[in-house]
């Protein structure tokens, strides 16, 4: 019995040593803050001293405050920092240094072999003998066909009627049941050049299919982040039937200078400046992001713009020469991300 008294009491005065010494410690860091602070003044920047822990603070409240008042001085040593390079630039002048780019994964991407030089004999022979050489030499011009998955719900319906006045000369058909084989001869037969087919999951539209006609290519995204127009905020009123302008951004490999052609052939070759409306596709780390705009100019100097809507987001999964063949299909492109994404720096697009 007496030896179990001795270790219990040796226990005790252990605890009793760490606890006076994180006292210490906290009275050392709060030193000086209880005369100001009861004269009215706010308190001073904690002065922590060397090798100190705010994890030894066994106290809850009192723990949070002091991490609170490490958190104010680091602040204050960043702001003040900053503030002292900005006047050594302003005492430099022109001579100061330019500044340092901040690092990215976009400008830290790992370099593609297969980018595009607009200079290459190779790309441009290719875009002369490709699918959308028509297109791009203006003997043909668009007509596109937008259809569903079987017995689509209300908001892909509404997305597919959104999309028809974003694309011009683009028509509306619900599927009843008819095989995608079947569909293409149609499409092909009344001179449509494009087919695009919107699936759903759980009533949210989640894939989009991509079909140039009549001699492919096909390409199948995995579709997120949709919102129709009235679910944007701050909205500019219903487009009109102008032809819009249409942007393709960072689309700079081969895969995405094919991507770029195919999203391009979707519209006419005239747009329609007065209409003022824009077709955005920007590509950002292999995910594609579609806004569709009107822009209005509000002086000499500055323009604003306004969403219309619809918006969703892109990934793409495969591309396919030919049209839809699910089965026998030839496939250039799939993505494999185990394969594939081995590096966050490493983008196809």
């Known amino acids: 019995m007496a030896k179990s008294g001795d270790k219990s009491s040796s226990t005790e005065k252990k605890s009793l040593k760490r606890k006076a010494a994180a006292e210490e410690l906290q009275d050392a860091a709060f030193a000086g803050d209880g005369a100001t602070e009861s004269e009215g003044q706010p308190p001073k920047a904690a002065a922590f001293p060397p090798g100190f822990s705010i994890s030894e603070i066994k106290n809850k409240q009192r723990r949070h405050l002091m991490f609170m008042r490490w958190k104010q001085q680091q602040r204050k040593e960043k702001l003040a920092a900053k503030k002292k390079l900005k006047k050594e630039r302003e005492a430099l002048g022109d001579k100061a240094p330019p500044k340092p ?100 999951d759980r009533k949210t539209p989640n894939g989009l299919i991509l079909s140039h006609l009549p001699n492919g290519p096909t390409a199948h995204f995995k579709m997120s982040s949709v919102r129709l127009r ?101 496939y250039e492109w799939v993505h494999k991300p185990r394969e594939m994404d081995t590096s966050r720096r490493k983008f196809h697009l």
């Open 230 to 330: 009235k679910e944007i905020k701050r909205r500019g009123k219903d487009p009109t039937e102008h032809i819009p302008e249409i942007i393709l951004n960072n689309f700079t490999t081969r895969l995405g200078h094919s991507i770029g052609r195919m999203f391009a052939s979707l519209f006419p070759h005239n747009p329609q400046f007065i209409g003022r409306q824009v077709a955005t596709f920007h590509n950002q780390r292999d995910y594609i992001f579609f806004r569709f705009h009107r822009y209005i100019f509000r002086s000499e100097k500055k323009v604003g713009i306004q969403e219309l809507g619809p918006r969703f987001t892109l990934k793409l999964r495969s591309l396919q020469k030919g049209t839809f063949d699910s089965k026998y299909g030839e």
């Open 101 to 200: 780019v901040p690092k990215t994964i976009d400008n830290q991407r790992v370099y593609d072999e297969t980018t595009v030089d607009p200079n290459d004999e190779e790309v441009a022979y290719d875009e002369a003998t490709d699918e959308f050489a028509s297109y791009f030499n203006k003997q043909t011009s668009p007509k596109i066909l937008i259809t569903t998955s079987d017995r689509p719900h209300g908001r892909t319906v509404r997305l597919c009627e959104q999309l028809s006045t974003v694309i011009p000369n683009s028509h509306v058909y619900y599927r009843r049941g008819l095989a995608l084989k079947k569909i293409i001869p149609q499409c092909i037969t009344r001179d449509f050049t494009d087919l695009i087919v919107i699936n759903e």
